[in-house]
């Protein structure tokens, strides 16, 4: 009797172990089915890569801002920039700069992160009804790219605080897309934000170390 006990409970517990693997799959394929279900339904809002990005810009707080592309020497140490001279094989790097202001440094990993920006945006639901509460009409940025000489120009309206989704429509198409707002987030930058600090750190850096300098010779000249 003892002994048909324990095989009794050996099975149940066995049964009980059965039941939560078979759980435990269906939660994990239940998820892979989700996650594949979305990246099938994602809609791709373009196609090209980073390097056919000719130029781009946008419009943000009432100023617009237009960015273009040129090649610049990558500035090295005094003998390997002898070397490359003699040899006239000069290393250059691809720089971008705003179009009306070509001399005013940008950070250029804040604009890397732009263009990346640009080649994976992507729409999770598209709707093809417009009302007016999705702020179209009164748009809070503006944001247009051209690649491979053709111009793609969006507008983003207010953001929807449900799902945190930016409402989006493209110019010439009469739907509305919904957007992960921080596809866009990376474009509601100043012409100050994108100021690249790290030159005028080192010159103030370098000014203060002289003028450092200069006080303590003055110091120690009065003191002799």
């Known amino acids: 009797m003892k002994a048909k006990k324990t095989l009794l409970v050996g099975l149940v517990a066995a049964l009980l172990v059965l039941c939560i693997g078979v759980f435990v799959a269906q939660k994990i394929n239940n998820a892979y089915n989700q996650e594949t ?23 943000y707080q009432g100023q617009s801002l237009t960015f273009e592309k040129r090649e610049e020497v990558v500035q090295s140490d005094a ?9 006239g094989e000069e ?24 263009l990346t920006a640009f080649v994976t945006k992507q729409a999770e639901r598209e709707l093809t009804q417009v009302s007016t509460e999705y702020g179209l009409s009164d748009p809070t940025l503006s944001i247009w790219v051209t690649a491979n000489g053709e111009t793609t120009r ?32 990376i474009f509601q930058k100043t012409k100050m934000d994108l100021m690249d600090t790290t030159d005028s750190t080192a010159d103030i850096t370098e000014d203060d170390t002289q003028q450092d300098a200069v006080q303590q010779d003055d110091s120690t000249s009065v003191e002799e």
Request: aromatic share 10%; charged share 25%; hydrophobic share 30%.
């Open 91 to 114: 290393e250059t790097e691809t720089v971008w700069y705003i179009a009306d202001d070509p001399e005013y440094k940008i950070n250029q990993s804040t604009v890397s992160s732009m």
């Open 154 to 185: 969006w507008t983003c309206g207010t953001t929807n605080d449900m799902t945190g989704t930016i409402y989006l429509q493209q110019e010439g198409q009469e739907g509305v897309y919904l957007v992960d707002s921080s596809r866009v987030a």
């Open 37 to 59: 279900q979305e990246e099938e339904t994602a809609i791709l809002l373009t196609d090209f890569s980073t390097s056919e990005i000719e130029s781009f810009g946008y419009t």
């Open 79 to 87: 003998e390997e920039s002898e070397d490359a001279s003699a040899s």
